[in-house]
């Protein structure tokens, strides 16, 4: 006959298993304290090497993307960091700076865009806007997508929509574009900037009554116009796609 184990048994047990839990917990603690001592190391060096290359992270836009990379892989965030050391490099001054500039440019084009106008237009308009001057920084697609990322704070006014590799539309009006949306822009974008509804059929397979509802709800919020000149179906243009087509080709 097995013989149960006895009270003294059981409390022992209890000891040992609460023995392991609390090393547990110190053993986690201290992991912790190390990465965060690390982190902060990692941090001071940061800051070293940002003072040593200020001009270079102002002046070179691939340089102060890497930068940018550097400082979100610990956490930092200089555009979001006014005061102390980080307000000494004005990098946050000038993604603010270059935020209240693409409103000026999204508000400028809206009646003819709808409120959507491609990355590349609107990198083309800012450079435009702020001259050749040397004082100016040069500006990146990166530098743009940072700045209008920072405009989200204002509600779903302002959104970034990737359209294709490498390329971008800013979206300035209130309203989220859904899934089906963001493919007509895609597929607007390789067939310079225009679509029908014979073309999602034919490049997404999708049935006509989808492909119209998506296209006439675009219509609807301004950011699409009907060519009913086509002798074979309505065409719909988007006019910052079609924009950015034109400049391409020239």
């Not at 979100?72 to 993604?95: E, N, Q």
């Not at 999708?206 to 296209?215: F, G, I, P």
């Amino acid at each position: 006959m097995r013989r149960r184990a006895g009270l003294g048994a059981i409390q022992k047990q209890k000891l040992e298993q609460e023995k392991y839990k609390d090393k547990g917990t110190e053993i986690q603690e201290n992991q912790f304290e190390q990465m965060t001592k690390q982190l902060e190391v990692f941090k001071i060096n940061l800051e070293e090497f940002a003072s040593k290359h200020k001009n270079e992270i102002r002046k070179n836009p691939e340089f102060r993307r890497q930068f940018q990379d550097m400082c979100a892989s610990i956490g930092v965030d200089p555009l979001s960091s006014g005061k102390g050391f980080w307000s000494i490099l004005g990098i946050g001054d000038f993604y603010y700076e270059l935020a209240v500039q693409i409103v000026e440019v999204c508000l400028a084009t809206n009646e003819k865009n709808g409120g959507l106008i491609s990355l590349d237009e609107l990198r083309t308009r800012l450079i435009k806007a702020r001259g050749q001057s040397k004082q100016h920084q040069e500006i990146s697609q990166d530098d743009l997508i940072r700045a209008a990322e920072k405009l989200k704070i204002f509600g779903s006014g302002f959104n970034v929509i990737p359209v294709g590799k490498g390329k971008y539309m800013v979206q300035s009006v209130p309203g989220e574009l859904s899934m089906d949306h963001s493919a007509i822009l895609q597929q607007a974008e390789k067939n310079q900037g225009f679509i029908s509804v014979s073309y999602l059929k034919r490049e997404l397979k999708w049935e006509v009554e989808r492909s119209r509802k998506a296209l006439e709800h675009m219509v609807n919020q301004g950011l699409a116009w009907v060519d009913l000149q086509n002798p074979q179906e309505k065409l719909y243009y988007f006019p910052s796609l079609f924009t950015a087509c034109v400049n391409a080709s020239n």
